[in-house]
Every structure is written in C-alpha cells, then in structure tokens.
T-cell receptor, first 110, second 116 residues
Framework: GENVEQHPSTLSVQEGDSAVIKCTYSDSASNYFPWYKQELGKRPQLIIDIRSNVGEKKDQRIAVTLNKTAKHFSLHITETQPEDSAVYFCAAPLAYKYIFGTGTRLKVLA | KAGVTQTPRYLIKTRGQQVTLSCSPISGHRSVSWYQQTPGQGLQFLFEYFSETQRNKGNFPGRFSGRQFSNSRSEMNVSTLELGDSALYLC???????????????FGPGTRLTVL
C-alpha cells in the first residue's frame, strides 16, 4: 500500500553537528521527493526536493540523497544552528496526492 | 506572486455544526490539495482538485467534502462536526501539470478549527 516511513521521530543534536533524517517509500513509481520544514505555528515550507533522475542535491547546508533501488531518501543538515529547530516532513507524491512521513522533531541544542 | 491564502484563520464550533473553509491558490496554480494536521496523525491527505474536478481523495468519512471553482479557489466543508475534527486544516496549491503527481506544493497558513 501507499506508505512513507520517516525516522527518527525526534532528534537532538548539538549546535554545529550534523543531522540526518531518513524516509522510506513503498511505490517504486514515485519520482519526486520533497522535504518540508514546519516551525511552530507556521505553515510547512519546502526546503529542498529531488527528482528520481539524480542521486543527490545540495543547497548550502542542506542536502538530499536518493537511493531508488532501496526506495529511501535522506535529508542531511550540516553545521546545524538553533534556527534549524523545527519539524521536518518528507513526502512521496502518488497519483495526485502527497503521502507525508510522520515528521521528525529536530532540536538543536546551543 | 502572492502566496496561498486561507480563510478564516481560526474557527470555534460546537459538535453537530458544519463549517466551510476557503483556500485561494497562488495565481496560475490550478491544483489545490487539502490536508488535516493533528499532533498524533501528522499530515493526512483529504482531497485534491484540479480544474474543478476531484482527482483523488483520502480516507476520510463523507462528512468531509470539497469543491473547486473556475478561478481555482477551493472550499472544503465538514458537516456534523465531531470533537475529533479539531485540527489544523492546510491547503496547498501547485501548477497541476498533467501526468503523475510531481508538482511542488506550496502551503497556506492553515485554518485552526476547534470543536467544542
């Protein structure tokens, strides 16, 4: 069935360390994988996305990697800062709907 | 371009009432999706509309319905409200290109519904 598993559900890191969040999807036909950041009381904001024809994409301190064979993709945040503290969601669109992961609450400790 | 807007931002209703929420997409976007967000269930897909047609719907009871107008604005309605309907309702718009769903979605600020 349609499913996106996201791990971990919570993640605490020291400021300056790296954070990695992983998602696994079920439908091999999925070909677009966005990541959203949601700060408390705000709307989800797209921070990075990747399409299935590439294996990695970087944007400053944020990167996403995709392994289509294993059907998983990961968000990497380097040199974390307190403002990175938020809930992060992955998604895998299928047939005109997005299936979201359950979210990862990232806490960056100063 | 102006972002996705939703009205109202906050609503308080009592059980048994009905409610209508509105979403105005980014100019030029023809697809609108609706989500229910709760602390325990995350982001749950309700339905998606494109050119006034519902293309997909999630696993919600028939009390949840929606529609889209010719200007791409969308409304969702919840009838016979239950306590468990208390949630943040988010809409998201995208260009709505044809084919498998690979458009980037942009979210509105949400409507916080409280059912007493």
């Amino acid at each position: 069935g349609e499913n996106v598993e996201q791990h971990p559900s919570t993640l605490s890191v020291q400021e300056g360390d790296s954070a990695v969040i992983k998602c696994t999807y079920s439908d091999s036909a999925s070909n677009y994988f966005p990541w959203y950041k949601q700060e408390l009381g705000k709307r989800p904001q797209l921070i990075i996305d990747i399409r299935s024809n590439v294996g990695e994409k970087k944007d400053q301190r944020i990167a996403v990697t995709l392994n289509k064979t294993a059907k998983h993709f990961s968000l990497h945040i380097t040199e974390t800062q307190p403002e990175d503290s938020a809930v992060y969601f992955c998604a895998a669109p299928l047939a005109y709907k997005y299936i979201f992961g359950t979210g990862t609450r990232l806490k960056v400790l100063a | 371009k102006a972002g996705v807007t939703q009205t109202p931002r906050y609503l308080i209703k009592t059980r048994g009432q009905q409610v209508t929420l509105s979403c105005s997409p980014i100019s030029g976007h023809r697809s609108v999706s609706w989500y229910q967000q709760t602390p325990g269930q995350g982001l749950q897909f309700l339905f998606e509309y494109f050119s006034e047609t519902q293309r997909n719907k999630g696993n919600f009871p028939g009390r949840f319905s929606g529609r889209q107008f010719s200007n791409s604005r969308s409304e969702m309605n919840v009838s016979t409200l239950e306590l468990g309907d208390s949630a943040l309702y988010l809409c998201a718009s995208s260009p709505g290109l044809a084919g498998r769903y690979t458009d980037t979605q942009y979210f509105g600020p949400g409507t916080r519904l409280t059912v007493l």
